[in-house]
């Protein structure tokens, strides 16, 4: 793992510190503290095979953390611990969500806050299972930034996928969701009449644009005024295939980290409530100069910085 994290030394001093130089690769759970930031690596895309996707996304994780370790440190107190990658070798994805899940709730039992770096967008469920299992009491409010539902039933001989996530999650109880970036285009009638079912609210990429802020802010403060803890989760083909050529279904018409997007994302991430956050389907087989994983990193790193 040492190899990942490098990047240019300035100089000891916290000033000069950057990503790089304050993690620590870490197995021991009974370590993790209130001031944690928590990663795994979800180097899994079994549930894009079986979902038909473009396979690669299992090699992400370590790409992201390459692109994570220059930035600089801003807050004096950053502390990340890197867990390492969870893998899934031999095609038993139910087993590796479970395993992950189990591992996201140690760190929020002590405080922690959980990133995760897919991988397929079959992380959700295994990241949501943790946070359910962690606060089973608790009432858990999702936002995915999407340009899916992945609200598709299993297919029989097929199993979970990386398109079943909030089929699954609906299957644990009420679901309590909100989908930002759905693309028509990219949703069947029965896809949407199924997030109408399980009451899962969404905002259209359409929707997405600087003068329209108000209402997305409006939609986004009551899920989080609604639920006791939150799940951020960014599936990265919601991005325009000119940002984000690295996906595992890629989107010419998808949205942009532009000043609108920035607006409502930071918005998100200053809720005292979120606990959880992963980024999906970043496939650096088919990435150009990295561009995808770069836009992922950068993503996450704004929540270190809040």
Partial sequence: MNTIWQGRLDGADLLYHRIFQRVKEENNYDLVSTKDFVLHGFAVDEGVRRNKGRQGAKDAPVVIRKNMANF????PDFSLLDFGNIMCEDGRLEDVQQKLAKNV????????KSVVLGGGH???????????????????????????FDNRMPEDG??????????????????????IGIQRNSNTLKLFDTAHQYKMKYILADELFFENLPSVYQRINDLLESVDYVYLTICMDVFNASVAPGVSASAYNGIFADAAFMHFYRHILKSE?????????????????????RLAATLVNEWFMV
């Fill in 72 to 75: 600089p440190v801003i807050r």
């Fill in 105 to 112: 709730s140690k760190v929020l039992l002590k405080g922690g």
């Fill in 158 to 179: 097929v199993g979970a996928s990386s398109g079943t996530g909030f089929w699954q999650i609906a299957q644990e109880g009420e679901i309590n969701s909100l989908h």
């Fill in 273 to 293: 409530k979120l606990l959880a956050l992963d980024v999906a389907e970043v496939n650096p087989a088919y990435d150009i100069q990295d561009r995808t994983a």
């Fill in 122 to 148: 079959e992380v959700t469920y295994a990241h949501y299972l943790g946070l359910k299992t962690a606060f089973p009491e608790q009432k858990i409010g999702i936002i995915n930034i999407d340009a899916h």
